[in-house]
């Protein structure tokens, strides 16, 4: 294992904040045996790296880090209507998006832009605009950090909620996903989905009636540039907080104080109020303890002007659920996962 693993890596281009932890151990498995290698030598606890874009570090690393960069993309089966891809999982999401569009393959469209590797999208079932994995989903393979087993896992078996999965909850860090299997629609029988946040206005703007997935693609990635900041010029981890869902009588309540709060149906009695929206009314939008700060576009990205911890960016978004909480009464969770 000494020859497998590097010593003393920083992590500061690993992770979209940019913050400057080093990991005692590092590998990175670009190939599925690999990844079995390194999860079987590696002594204790392990900590997996996938595209760093939704984690915020912490403290420095003593696990063995192991970083995934499996890569491939093919279609393994299509149909006049459909076609099955499968994604390693150390592809960039946005990357695959693109590559999706470019061979007229619709359903993740509105996922464009969204930071981070292809194999972590189940855990977090990502979403954006009216869409989440869930939707087009099929299977996932992943191996048993115990045994280095592979094993697939359903639609049914993902248990997919909001922003969570069973690799969240039951089976927490027992499984790497090696790749996701995606159904994705075929040209000719897309499904344009508009109606969430500004793509209309944005289509509108850009002159486009009749859009085609590859006009909701570019509304979107213009949509998301003009308010979140690219990770490359500003550490950051997209969205930080979960949007609250809310029973439908405690919304109504609150619409009699706030009349003009935005929301959205999130099933049965249940009401989604952006997370963004609050923290800006509690006058938090461009607000800094030294490097850590609200972004000033988006109040829901929390950015590491520099040199900021991981603890001040900790301590910063403690501090905008407390003001959110003594305001309007709702907790909002990280939607980040927290070392």
Known sequence: MDNLFQKNVSLKPYNTFGIDVKAAQFFSAKTVEDLREALLNAPGEKFILGGGSNMLLTREITSPVIHIALKGIEIISQTK??????????????????????????????????????????????????????????????????????????????QFGYRDSIFKREIKGQYVITSVTMELTTKGHHKINTAYGAITNELERMGINNPEIGDVSRAVIAIRQSKLPDPAQLGNSGSFFKNPILPKATFEKLLENSPELPHYPAGTDMVKVPAGWLIDQCGLKGYR???????????????????????????????????????YGISITPEVNIF
């Open 81 to 158: 209507e459909k076609a099955l891809v499968r994604v390693a999982g150390g592809e960039s999401w946005h990357e695959f998006v693109l590559w999706a569009i470019a061979n007229d393959l619709g359903g993740v469209e509105n996922m464009s832009l969204i930071p981070g590797n292809t194999g972590t999208a189940p855990v977090q079932n990502i979403g954006a605009y009216g869409v989440e994995l869930k939707d087009v989903f099929h299977s996932c393979e992943a191996m048993s950090v115990s045994t280095g087993d592979l094993r697939t896992f359903t639609l049914e078996e993902c």
């Open 289 to 327: 303890e030294g490097d850590a700060g609200v972004h000033e576009k988006q109040a829901l990205v929390l950015v590491n002007h520099g040199n900021a911890s991981g603890s001040d960016i900790l301590r910063l978004s403690r501090y905008v659920q407390e003001k959110v909480q003594q305001t």
